[in-house]
């Protein structure tokens, strides 16, 4: 039985801040664009970072279904050209697990690496913006259908581009008689 039934889920879409290195495998280094002050971030590689207070009030609430870890979290060479002695701020890397329809799923990644998450979550996120515990300025949320999002469907049968013909032994003698007459007829005439 789904444990995530009745519950509401939305794209959360943050503030969109560098990409994502990996010099080496299993590692990943976050490239800031553009240092901002938005307590969750996203990195184009499909990288989300949090800052520690964002990591405190996801902690107090009990937020499940995510691990976090930290980050190398780096500027990028025209940042630190135009801005020549700011510090990297200290965050910690998202990590959503799987969906996994047998238990609840605050938040975890779509089939395209959206970000989804549930009501509870937003709701929490949201508090926490009005208290002034997190700036989320330029995140946004947008609702979603949970069966659009998670493909439970098994995939149907690849059809070929081209179909085999049932070839028959008469078929073909009938056309190549046709085809010699055919022949036949305009070399005699």
């Given at each position: 039985m789904?444990?995530?039934?009745?519950?509401?889920?939305?794209y959360f879409?943050?503030?969109?801040?560098?990409?994502?290195?990996?010099?080496?495998?299993?590692?990943?280094?976050?490239?800031?664009d553009?240092?901002?002050?938005?307590?969750?971030?996203y990195?184009?590689?499909?990288g989300?970072?949090?800052t520690?207070?964002?990591?405190?009030?996801?902690?107090?609430?009990n937020l499940?279904?995510?691990?976090v870890?930290h980050?190398?979290?780096?500027?990028s060479?025209?940042?630190n050209?135009?801005?020549?002695?700011q510090?990297?701020p200290?965050?910690?890397?998202?990590?959503?697990?799987p969906?996994?329809?047998?238990?609840?799923?605050?938040?975890?990644?779509?089939?395209?690496?959206?970000?989804?998450?549930?009501?509870?979550i937003?709701?929490v996120?949201l508090?926490?913006?009005?208290?002034?515990?997190?700036?989320?300025?330029?995140?946004?949320?947008?609702e979603?259908?949970?069966?659009?999002?998670?493909d439970k469907?098994?995939?149907?049968?690849e059809?070929?581009?081209?179909?085999s013909?049932?070839?028959?032994?008469?078929?073909q003698?009938?056309?190549?008689?046709?085809?010699?007459?055919?022949v036949g007829?305009?070399?005699?005439?």
């Amino acid at each position: 039985m789904s444990k995530n039934k009745g519950v509401d889920y939305f794209y959360f879409k943050p503030f969109r801040s560098g990409s994502v290195s990996y010099p080496k495998k299993n590692e990943a280094i976050y490239i800031i664009d553009i240092l901002t002050r938005e307590d969750i971030i996203y990195f184009d590689d499909f990288g989300y970072l949090i800052t520690q207070r964002t990591l405190e009030v996801l902690q107090e609430n009990n937020l499940k279904g995510v691990k976090v870890d930290h980050a190398d979290v780096k500027f990028s060479i025209q940042h630190n050209m135009k801005y020549k002695d700011q510090k990297v701020p200290k965050y910690y890397r998202l990590i959503p697990l799987p969906y996994d329809d047998k238990e609840l799923k605050e938040v975890f990644l779509d089939e395209q690496y959206n970000l989804i998450i549930n009501g509870r979550i937003k709701e929490v996120l949201l508090k926490n913006v009005a208290l002034k515990k997190l700036r989320l300025k330029h995140a946004f949320f947008d609702e979603v259908v949970l069966n659009d999002v998670v493909d439970k469907t098994e995939e149907d049968e690849e059809e070929p581009v081209l179909k085999s013909e049932v070839k028959s032994w008469k078929r073909q003698i009938i056309i190549f008689t046709a085809v010699i007459a055919i022949v036949g007829y305009f070399f005699f005439k």
